[in-house]
Nanobody
């Protein structure tokens, strides 16, 4: 079993920055990728970005140039640095971990961007 715990959410002013963290623990055999998703009220969960085992990253067009995913392999932690935040970035942010035959989700952390 693998546990993912997100942290770092909260209230932030439009144009501000916020950093989220997601720490994985448990029986981690291998990680293909870790990703960040978000879900706003009344909307479907959408991909924000992912980081692959080789360090490559992909981002949704809506966050390219503003958000950056990084990781600390020693701590099994992935980060989401969010800059130039907009009210439309308001959502619950979830991290996930995909490995050989498994996919785990965190419980989510709320980010609210005030206009």
């Amino acid at each position: 079993q693998v546990q993912l715990v997100e942290s770092g959410g909260g209230l932030v002013q439009s144009g501000g920055s916020q950093r989220l963290a997601c720490q994985a623990s448990g029986s981690i055999v291998s990680i293909y990728r870790m990703g960040w998703y978000r879900q706003a009220p009344g909307k479907q969960r959408e991909l924000v970005g992912v980081i692959f085992s080789d360090g490559n990253t992909n981002y949704a067009n809506s966050v390219k140039g503003r958000f950056t995913i990084s990781r600390n392999n020693t701590k099994n932690t992935v980060y989401l640095q969010m800059n130039r935040l907009k009210p439309e970035d308001t959502a619950a942010y979830y991290c996930n971990l995909r490995g050989p035959g498994y996919l785990y989700w965190g419980q989510g952390t709320q980010v609210t961007v005030l206009s």
